[in-house]
Nanobody, 114 residues
Framework: QVQLVESGGGLVQPGGSLRLSCAAS????????MGWYRQAPGKQRELVAT???????NYADSVKGRFTISRDNAKRTVYLQMNMLKPEDTAVYYC????????WGQGTQVTVSS
């Protein structure tokens, strides 16, 4: 049973930073890609960032230059470093992994507000 567990969400002021973590219950070497999606109230889930084997990355235009995705294979964890946060980044952030099947975490709330 593959489980993805996110952590690191919370309330932050505009301009602040957060780092999200996604810990997998199995080795992440078999997943390609892994990534982060988000869903704001009343909106569809959207891609934030993905990372593939070989560590190539892809970002939504809205987060380029502010967010960085990375992975630590030994810790079976994928990270999302979020800097210069804006109120429009407020959403539930979901970890995603594609292996033989697609897997999702339960989500972690990020709220950017003064």
């Amino acid at each position: 049973q593959v489980q993805l567990v996110e952590s690191g969400g919370g309330l932050v002021q505009p301009g602040g930073s957060l780092r999200l973590s996604c810990a997998a219950s199995v080795s992440i070497l078999g997943f390609n890609p892994m990534g982060w999606y988000r869903q704001a109230p009343g909106k569809q889930r959207e891609l934030v960032a993905t990372i593939r084997r070989g560590d190539s990355t892809n970002y939504a235009d809205s987060v380029k230059g502010r967010f960085t995705i990375s992975r630590d294979n030994a810790k079976r964890t994928v990270y999302l470093q979020m800097n210069m946060l804006k109120p429009e980044d407020t959403a539930v952030y979901y970890c995603y992994a594609r292996g033989l099947l697609e897997y999702w975490g339960q989500g972690t709330q990020v709220t950017v507000s003064s």
